[in-house]
């Protein structure tokens, strides 16, 4: 199936038949059940928005796709790979960025972006090029020499999408990635995962920020309780909920509280 | 609210909040480890007596009058103990002044901030002063034990040297700010308190390895020599030996110098204390170290890996000084390598425990920073490499670092006694790895500014790794005395850190 949804830049998003990720029966306990038997098919070349309350279980599912946590049952496949059975295959075309940028105050930019080139095993004369395009495209030219020690939250965020970039990942994976960011870096963050979803990268985000869900995403899976309690575009979730003109976050509301109250 | 009341309120403020961080450090902010810390600590003072009792027990009988040697001998133990309270107090200013913290609250409120940085100033004297009585606790105790109520007046000594000294690193440490900006004073500074911390001693053993060829620092404190050049017995520069053994009006004097000293400071300084935390929290802010521009390296991603972590070391200044003080711990036994070079005398096997010794502790200090101290965890698990590889690559970064440090050392003795360098490079491995392998049993997640507080994590840990050194550098020293009592040892030594892995969270 191919379909497409228009996007208000006036691009057609594409959904090839592959799936880029496809969780199945994921579940993770810590005191209480954080996430609970969850299926989760993301398509290749797409940009997913994961919304949901705090402690619905956005961060944990992520961070089990990303084989940061060992989920207690489930299966992961990244783009075919099993990701619990061969991680390091599947980490290969995968990034990850938390909400809180973690990078090393005592290396520049450049040294920090040319250090995850050599983890993921790329070739200098490859990302060195590219992690000077990313640099500038993210406003970061300037301070490339720079440690990163008296860089800001905004920056330091920055640095660490650029070190997410780097090695051209076929999934990436976001974790709140816009917090404590200004407008203009976060108009940067986003025009960058827009032109990596027009490349082909396949996006995974989760937000608080429902207006960027809303604008960005192809499709939008609400998590409620460790449950998927709904998933589709914003017109399919419309749709569900039965009122054309809804707004997201009446539509959010509806469907976080919904099991709560049960 | 009254000018006093608002000070004595914020000096309460300041002692709670050392109080809290105090503890937190020894429970390892636990609050479930409130009883166990407790507990612990009664449990190492009522142990700190008894190698208290054996260093000073003897000389509790001593009364005044002292002859020159003696006071030469007791002013230089005071002088040493003023000179490790004086790098602690360097240590703790520096770190108030870099702990942005409580600084924007502070200087947005409208109190006078001249008064509210003299009563930092105190809260850190105090702190300073309340560390030093602990410690020297035990020794005053054997002491009055011993020899009766008279060294009470010790503990006045403390009070004075810690006061004084907390005084003089405010003092230093402002100048510094002045002198070479806030960029180089945190390195410089904890540089200094390591130099300064180690300096007196190993200057002891220095003269008295280039005087009398032996590493006993108590040797040329009691020389004739030493004794002719000192002053007359009742010189001022006696005082705080008078005052130790129950001089009060020397103890007086010394007592009203120190607040003198310290009420200077804080007259002079407290308006320059909140400019510097002001430089201080800009620098941190500002980030304008920058790096050479060079072209991106090619190499394995293990190669990456060591590449980071060797940068990382390299530009560390906590680590730099602690290197530096391990180095400079090594100086006195390079020396006596270098003029018993040509034979083979007992002094030389005194080289083998401590360079044993500096191996094991710096392997330790450097395998916390590059396995638990990891400031980006989830770039680096979420990376293609297998955890195998990559505890590998780190691993391979710390026996590097001790190889690069202790090779030419070894190497050095083996011209000296091809057997001894032998001994003495097993040893240093078998050290380095023993302290490795434990901080690897006992890895957490932490931030590498952490490092300070990495001995609360697991006491275990910190008492198994310092055993470990320790019983590997009595291993190599009996090895080459009377191996078959080297052979029990280093057994013991190896059963010690085999226990160590029974009991740590790593062992499935």
Redesign the interface.
């Known amino acids: 199936m191919v379909g497409s949804d228009a996007k208000p830049d006036g691009m057609a998003v594409m959904k090839p038949d592959s799936s880029a990720l496809e969780v199945l029966g994921l579940t993770k306990r810590f005191d209480r059940l954080a996430v609970d038997s969850l299926d989760l098919t993301v398509h290749a070349g797409e940009f997913y928005a994961l919304v949901g309350p705090n402690g619905a279980g956005k961060t944990t599912t992520l961070r089990m796709v990303?084989?940061?946590l060992r989920p207690d049952a489930g299966s992961v496949s990244i783009f075919g790979i099993d990701a619990l059975q061969d991680p390091?295959?599947a980490?290969?075309v995968?990034?990850?960025v938390?909400d809180e940028p973690?990078?090393?105050?005592?290396?520049?930019p450049?040294?920090y972006l040319?250090?995850?080139?050599?983890?993921?095993?790329i070739?200098?004369s490859v990302?060195?090029p590219v992690?000077q395009d990313l640099l500038s495209s993210l406003g970061l030219a300037p301070h490339r020499?720079?440690?990163?020690?008296?860089?800001?939250k905004g920056m330091r965020q920055k640095v660490?999408l650029a070190?997410a970039l780097v090695h051209d990942p076929r999934l990436i994976i976001l974790d709140e990635p816009l917090t404590g960011l200004d407008a203009v870096s976060a108009r940067h963050v986003k025009g960058l995962l827009g032109e990596r979803v027009r490349a082909g990268c396949t996006v995974i985000m989760t937000t608080h920020i429902l207006e960027v869900a809303e604008r960005m995403a192809d499709r939008i899976g609400v998590i409620a309780s460790g449950h998927l309690v709904a998933e589709g575009t914003l017109t399919e979730l419309r749709q569900q909920n039965g009122d054309a003109d809804t707004s997201l976050e009446d539509l959010f509301i509806a469907l976080v509280t919904l099991p709560e109250a049960a | 609210m009254s000018s006093a009341t608002a000070l004595s309120w914020f000096a309460r403020h300041e002692l709670r909040l050392a109080w809290r961080e105090w503890f937190a450090m020894m429970t390892g902010g636990r609050r479930k480890r409130t009883r166990a810390a407790i507990i612990g600590l009664v449990c190492f003072a009522a142990l700190l007596h008894l190698p208290a009792w054996a260093v000073i027990g003897r000389f509790a009988e001593l009364q005044l009058p002292l002859d020159k040697s003696s006071l030469i001998v007791i002013s230089a133990t005071i002088f040493l103990a003023w000179t490790l309270m004086l790098s602690q107090a360097i240590e703790s200013v520096t770190r108030v002044f870099y702990a942005r913290a409580d600084l924007d609250l502070i200087m947005s409120s409208p109190a006078t901030l001249a008064n509210l940085f003299s009563v930092r100033i105190a809260a850190i004297a105090l702190t300073v002063t309340m560390m030093a009585l602990l410690f020297s606790t035990p020794f005053i105790d054997v002491l009055v034990i011993g020899g009766g109520a008279r060294w009470l007046t010790a503990f006045g000594v403390v009070v004075a040297l810690g006061l004084s000294g907390a005084a003089i690193a405010i003092a230093v440490t402002i100048l510094l700010f002045r002198l070479i900006g806030p960029a180089r004073t945190r390195l410089i500074a904890q540089i200094l308190a390591a130099i300064i911390g180690a300096g007196f001693v190993i200057a002891l053993q220095v003269a008295a390895i280039m005087s009398y060829g032996t590493l006993s620092r108590f040797t040329i404190l009691t020389s004739g020599t030493l004794a002719a050049y000192a002053p007359d017995v009742d010189s001022i520069w006696w005082w705080p030996a008078r005052a130790v053994m129950g001089d009060n009006g020397a103890l007086l004097l010394l007592l009203a110098l120190a607040l003198v000293l310290l009420g200077s400071v804080m007259a002079v300084f407290s308006h320059r204390f909140a400019d510097t935390a002001i430089d201080a929290a800009a620098y941190g802010t500002s980030g304008t170290r920058r790096a050479k521009q060079r072209p991106f390296r090619t190499g394995s991603r293990q190669q990456a890996l060591r590449r980071k972590e060797f940068s990382l070391l390299w530009r560390d200044p906590w680590l730099i000084s602690q290197t530096l003080m391990q180095l400079l711990y090594l100086v006195p036994p390079a020396l006596l390598l270098w003029r018993n070079f040509a034979d083979s005398s007992a002094a030389l096997t005194l080289i083998t425990p401590v360079i044993v010794m500096a191996a094991g502790q710096l392997a330790g200090g450097l395998a916390w920073l590059t396995i638990s101290g990891e400031d980006a965890p989830d770039l680096v698990a979420t990376a293609p490499l297998t955890p195998s590889n990559l505890i590998r690559a780190k691993i391979e970064v710390v026996l590097i670092a001790v190889a690069v440090i202790f090779c030419p050392l070894v190497a050095a003795l083996a011209f000296a006694s091809p057997y001894q360098a032998a001994i003495s490079a097993g040893a240093v491995i078998v050290s380095a790895a023993s302290a490795t392998a434990i901080q690897l049993w006992f890895r957490v997640q932490a931030r590498r500014s952490q490092f300070r507080r990495r001995q609360t994590s697991s006491r275990l840990a910190t008492i198994a790794e310092a055993f470990s050194s320790i019983g590997w550098a009595a291993t190599a020293a009996l090895l080459l005395a009377l191996p078959v009592a080297g052979l029990i040892s280093g057994l013991i030594t190896a059963s010690l850190v085999a226990v160590t892995w029974k009991f740590s969270p790593r062992r499935e």
């Open positions: 990303a084989g940061l390091v295959a980490k290969q995968m990034a990850w938390s973690m990078i090393y105050d005592k290396l520049t450049l040294e040319e250090f995850v080139a050599g983890l993921w095993g070739a200098p990302s060195e992690a020499h720079e440690r990163c020690e008296g860089f800001s660490a070190g």
